[in-house]
């Protein structure tokens, strides 16, 4: 297992939900002034946007993740993508929290698959950082925080070698396998377009003597439409990455995912695909629709519902809390009398003699998340 896994993981899912989050605030922007009830402003995202990625690239937060360490359950990143999701006036149920999860990984396992070698996935992260850098482009404090990681970043993989590159990438293989999309969705691997860079058009094989002289050559049929590799994406702090995934699919106008060549004599089908109108509409019904709500603070909150319906949101909470259920529920009546004070300070007693000493390696995530309750 790799232990620069950890840091790649974090950035591309933190990338993921930044995309939905900013892709469901614009979606309810109708009112500059914040003037209409449940009605995200234009003011609203960009607080929204400022307030996660300061946190997500807080200079001790990455520090501490850039640490040579084991990757995360799905359990613990969760945990650390949701206190970062609520670092701002936004807030997401368990439920939804859940479904927006689901929504990162699976984009980003399928990012994984479609990568045409290990080290893109360098270029992968860099695409999310690029366009978090875009998010942020209005407040420069921040934006130096997302420079300043990228750089070290930079320092720190560009020095990898190719198997490091090839254990990375299987590490992350092992962390998506029990992750699967639901029976109505698809990953769509194209047999065609271009090899990856340092790779021959496959379709020949050549024949060598003892000496290394070339005596015969011979072709199979490759089973898909190949081309020759396309030029190198930049790995630089700035410059085209040449490669699409990991942009912002979210988008109106989103770039293609993959480069797939094109024969000169096949006709362009322009009659709609419905494969994926059928995605688009997964990916709606997934997402659901955003509901705001005033919240009793001393500032305005907002609760961002990823559901279609209120009443598809509470029976998600009901199932994802059946095992609770299971357990029996202690009511504690607080009174404002000696007798019940005493018999609460006994009780507080008892759980403070009880309590064990914390093993000095802790539980995985633990230091990260109590960072995040510092930031």
């Known amino acids: 297992m790799s232990v620069r896994t ?10 993921e939900m930044l995309y939905i989050l900013d892709q469901r605030l614009r979606a309810q922007n109708t009112s500059e002034d914040n003037s209409e009830k449940g009605v995200w402003s234009e003011n609203d995202r960009k607080r929204v946007m400022n307030d996660i990625v300061g946190t997500m690239f807080s200079k001790t937060f990455m520090d501490e993740l850039l640490k040579p360490q084991q990757l995360y359950s799905h359990r613990t990143l969760k945990t650390v993508l949701t206190r970062l999701a609520h670092a701002s006036i936004m807030r997401l149920n368990p439920a939804s929290m ?8 699976m ?11 290990p080290k893109d996935l360098l270029l992968i992260s860099y695409n999310h950082i690029d366009t978090i ?3 942020v482009k209005d407040t420069p404090v921040v934006v130096n925080q997302v420079d300043e990681t990228h750089r070290k970043i930079i320092e720190i993989y560009s020095s990898l070698s190719d198997g490091e ?9 092992i962390f998506f396998q029990d992750m699967h999309s639901n029976p109505n969705g698809r990953f769509a691997l194209s047999t065609s377009g271009p090899v990856p860079r340092g790779i021959d058009v496959p379709g020949l094989i050549r024949t060598f003597d003892s000496k290394g ?14 081309s020759s590799p396309i030029r190198e994406g ?19 106008n989103h770039p293609e995912e993959t480069h797939t060549s094109k024969a000169p004599s096949v006709k362009t089908d322009d009659s709609p695909n419905l494969l994926a109108k059928e995605e688009l509409n997964l990916l709606a019904r997934l997402m659901g629709s955003m509901k705001a709500e005033k919240q009793p603070t001393a500032e305005i909150g907002f609760r961002v519902n990823l559901f279609t319906t209120d009443q598809e949101e509470e029976e998600a909470g009901t199932s994802c809390g059946a095992d609770e259920s299971l357990f029996g529920v202690i009511n504690i009546q607080a009174m404002q009398d000696q ?3 005493t018999e609460l300070a006994r009780i507080a007693g008892e759980f403070t003699e009880q309590e064990q000493p914390e093993s000095p390696g802790g539980n995985k995530g633990d230091d990260l998340l109590a960072m995040m309750d510092d930031l």
């Open 6 to 15: 950890l840091p790649l993981v974090f950035i591309n899912l933190g990338g």
């Open 98 to 105: 859940d479904r927006l999860y689901e929504l990162m990984a």
């Open 107 to 117: 984009a980003f396992k399928y990012q994984v698959f479609l990568c045409p070698r």
């Open 133 to 135: 850098r875009e998010f």
């Open 165 to 173: 590159f090839q254990l990375l990438r299987q590490t992350l293989l």
């Open 213 to 226: 002289r070339e005596v015969r050559r011979s072709e199979f049929p490759p089973g898909g439409s190949y």
């Open 234 to 252: 930049c790995f630089d702090l700035h410059g085209d990455r040449v490669i699409r995934l990991g942009l912002n699919m979210y988008t109106v």
């Open 339 to 341: 007798q019940a004070a």
